[in-house]
């Protein structure tokens, strides 16, 4: 049995209108809207919900709204769906309604697994030459006006017991670590083969349960700078990059989220294999990112935020100091 990544994921939230307006220009498709709820999706059918903090049946918060109610992991069978069933059962919260079945993680976060309503997307993405690989060839590589997500990728929770909560996603659902800060976080990843990190689990230096942020795939590098300069653009908040994670080597774009926490664009992460040797790190600044642009880059000026704006049609317009 191995889980396939995030099907699903659903936020508690009070202002619906500005959730709205945020994940519309995030860049996902809008499939249903009440007053209770929303429902959007990414281009393979990863689905995110916003409901009202009082809707029925919503699992409770690891902290106050706005938040990450719920997750759901994908499996590709209703076999790995009972074989998931059979690890859940007797868990703290357990649920079953025939469709979807879960639990209680250690730090009290409704976790679901499902049969994965996602579908397989064809995508061009950007080809990068470098010196010893020309893969594009007569070809630009693409500039994008806003960003189109292609699934949720991870999830990152602040958790009180780091130890225990690693265990259970190891132990019930088949995750292994990907790498570590020694007590302090694991990343964690599905299977054996698949992407650096699925799941982060963190514990922040004054210890408290809740969401750090959800990180939404694009296709490459000129998606997260069009994405995130378009958020910009929207009158959204910057909370770090565009930037570089040196571990997992991805290219990320981290703003505010009216629905919590924050939100990521990111790509281009490692790509792992039973191979793979966890590696121990020292949580520190150029550990998270190796370099990133504090308040982002302003959508209309494409310059750093605050900086100048262009004027003449070159750089060397400008008359000799
Ligand atoms: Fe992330």
């Given at each position: ?175 292994v670590?990907s ?9 964690m990843r599905c299977?054996?083969?698949g992407?650096?990190h699925d ?123």
């Amino acid at each position: 049995m191995h889980i396939q990544g995030i099907d699903e994921i659903t936020f508690g939230a009070s202002d619906l209108a500005t959730c709205r307006r945020f994940f519309t220009d995030w860049g996902l498709t809008l499939l249903d809207e009440t007053q209770q709820q929303l429902v959007f999706e990414t281009l393979n059918g990863c689905r995110v919900r916003v409901a009202h903090g009082d809707t029925p049946g919503l699992p409770p918060g690891v902290e106050p709204d706005p938040t990450l109610r719920e997750v759901v992991w994908a499996v590709g069978s209703a076999a790995e769906l009972d074989a998931c069933r059979e690890r859940l059962r007797g868990q703290p919260g357990y649920v079953d309604d025939g469709q979807r079945v879960g639990c209680t993680d250690p730090n009290g976060l409704a976790v679901r697994v499902q049969v994965t309503r996602k579908r397989p997307v064809q995508l061009e993405c950007a080809r990068t030459n470098t010196w010893s690989e020309r893969p594009r060839v007569n070809r630009p590589a693409p500039a994008y006006e806003r960003a189109q997500p292609v699934e949720v990728g991870h999830v990152v929770f602040f958790v009180l017991d780091l130890a225990a909560t690693t265990a259970f996603y190891e132990r019930c659902l088949g995750f292994v670590v990907s790498d570590r800060y020694p007590g302090r976080g694991h990343f964690m990843r599905c299977a054996p083969e698949g992407g650096h990190h699925d799941l982060f689990l963190l514990v922040p230096p004054i210890p408290r349960k809740g969401l750090n942020h959800v990180a939404f795939t694009v296709r490459d590098l000129h998606e997260v700078i069009g994405g995130g300069m378009h958020m910009s653009r929207c009158g959204w908040t910057t909370e770090l990059g565009p930037g570089r994670h040196p571990i997992s080597s991805a290219l990320f774009w981290y703003f505010e989220n009216p629905a919590g926490a924050l939100v990521e664009y990111y790509t281009d992460e490692d790509e792992l294999t039973a191979d793979w040797t966890p590696r121990d790190f020292t949580p520190g600044p150029t550990v998270f990112a190796e370099w990133a642009i504090k308040g982002g880059i302003d959508g209309h000026t494409r310059r750093q935020v605050n900086a100048e704006a262009p004027s003449g049609r070159f750089m060397t317009d400008k008359p000799k100091a």
